[in-house]
């Protein structure tokens, strides 16, 4: 039979890209010598894939990227971008109490993209998957005048109950995991040019979550749960008007590190305003009726009232307190 | 707290598209009102929903489709582009054998895009997942200068073991659940600028995937299956070099539509080349190594052999066998 991948050009340059290659040549490239996961029963190269979920429910999420929305070619490399993609979405997971199984990525790109650039994108999305012990298990790659980057996490509760964002409880404690306003710092640091201080340019090219904490707060009893990806303040304005209360931040149980205090010196910006708003950095916050688990920070409290947020029992006007995909 | 939306515009055009309502206020009118699947055990509204996957795996497939690419706002109205591309995943999940349980939607749309575009595309979703028993479960709305739906499906095999495209045996019969070429020739209507006959048309619309027809052949004893997206001689191919056997198809077996037969006269096209290389109908083609179940057709059989498919004994040199999605 006849083949629907065009034959190559000759041309070594045009060979290595989606349209050299083809759909099938390029998803051969990019899913080759992949290991998988033991959650993987049937990877990827068939009509779907089949995944484990021993407890009889799976948890999914999806999240999608756009060049140049949200991330820029000239500020991270495709296998930061990959790593942060896929960062985006296992946070996900893990804030509902999870751990990851399993990545489903739709890659839509000019059909003249390097295939270097492919392969990043693919290279970083697997090794963060690999990071948390789940693996990439289909995908779709298709072409398009964007880059877009549109990841789906597959979780199990592992017969924990799923922690929403709607059980949080007057007098419960709110606890943080995982660093905050560190991302922001290295956007306010790209956004003006630099490419130092390394530390908080990394924090924004390539997120930490702090992916175990998620199952360890479900297990440890919290009440709700949530991924810091918009902003502490907002992301908690979630979980106060899903729970019906009012959370109450302590500024004095958040730590502003001292490299955030340089960079925030530096830019002439207060740093705990990128605490209090930054996204990015998929810390999660959670609350808890009793003790906070180890490697929990106590933050604030949960108390009736309206369904707002208040900063040591403010409404906070630091200006704008999160981050909406369509204004930035 | 302050919100991350952007405050109304006062501009009433304004407000009704991506930009005026703000990311959360898209998506609380996306999905207000939506009835949801017994499978879906937490909704969208959360970092992520639960799905129920009663016997302990899950079933899950992406598709990426891009304006201009894949669809035209110009050919079909959002709600049939919704549908069809729901369909092109269900009908995926349906070619292991599993019964699709819920979807997950990401919609990368240009901030100026009218809501009713939007919702078009998003009820067009919801139809097509109603009519298979499942719901949306959650999704991601992201602003980007290029359109693009990223739809990932998941399903469940209800104990069954998944048919895979490895399975066929020399000796199995190939059979075929559901139409093929209709989309083609209404794609070959639509590309030269006509807008009828509304059959073919429709066809290449909203595909009518034989969803049911796919747990039947599993249970049936189907060796093999495959959706048929890319043309039958070109899905044929990925189940002979899959399962490495050669498949031979009869064309005698294929009854030409009466319908695709005025249409091929009309464009002077042969009509069984769009029955050999059409995609997008979604049909399922399966192999059994017994008697083809009811509402399955015979249309040809399995060999020991070079992996390949023969048209009648042949090589099939009628033209292009396939789509590829970077040459079309």
Same sequence: chains 1, 2.
């Avoid at 924990?160 to 640091?189: C, K, M």
């Amino acid at each position: 039979m006849t083949t629907s991948q065009p034959s190559p050009t000759g041309d070594a340059e045009a060979e290595n890209t989606l349209a050299g290659l083809g759909e099938f040549g390029l998803i051969a490239r990019l899913t080759e010598g992949r290991r998988h996961s033991p959650a993987t029963l049937l990877g990827p190269g068939d009509d779907a894939a089949v995944l484990a979920a021993a407890d009889g429910r799976v948890v999914a999420t999806t999240d999608v990227l756009v060049a140049g929305v949200h991330f820029r070619l000239d500020w991270s490399s495709p296998q930061q971008i990959g790593r942060k993609a896929a960062a985006a979405n296992l946070a996900d997971i893990a804030a509902m109490g999870a751990v990851p199984t399993g990545l489903l990525v739709g890659l839509a790109c000019p059909s003249d993209s390097p295939l270097e650039v492919l392969s990043g994108l693919t290279d970083g999305v697997w090794e963060e998957a690999r990071s948390v012990g789940a693996g990439v298990v289909g995908g779709d790659v298709v072409s398009s005048p964007t880059l877009v980057l549109s990841i789906t996490a597959l979780g199990s509760l592992q017969g924990r109950e799923a922690v929403t964002r709607a059980g949080a409880r007057p007098g419960d404690t709110v606890a943080l995991a995982g660093r905050i306003g560190w991302a922001a710092a290295g956007w306010a640091v790209l956004a003006r040019g630099f490419r130092s201080p390394v530390a908080v340019v990394s924090a924004h090219r390539v997120p930490e979550p702090p992916y175990a904490a998620g199952p360890q707060a479900a297990a440890a009893g919290a009440t709700s749960m949530i991924d810091i990806s918009d902003g502490l303040l907002a992301d908690l304005g979630h979980v106060a008007r899903a729970s019906a209360v009012r959370i109450d931040v302590r500024t004095a149980a958040l730590t502003v590190p001292d490299r955030l205090v340089d960079v925030g010196a530096a830019l002439g910006i207060d740093p705990m305003h990128w605490l209090l708003t930054g996204g990015e950095d998929h810390a999660l916050a959670a609350t808890f009726p009793g003790e906070v688990p180890e490697g929990w920070t106590a933050i604030g409290t949960v108390a009736e009232g309206d369904p707002e947020v208040l900063v040591d029992g403010r409404v906070y006007d630091g200006g704008p307190g999160g981050w909406d995909h369509f204004t930035r």
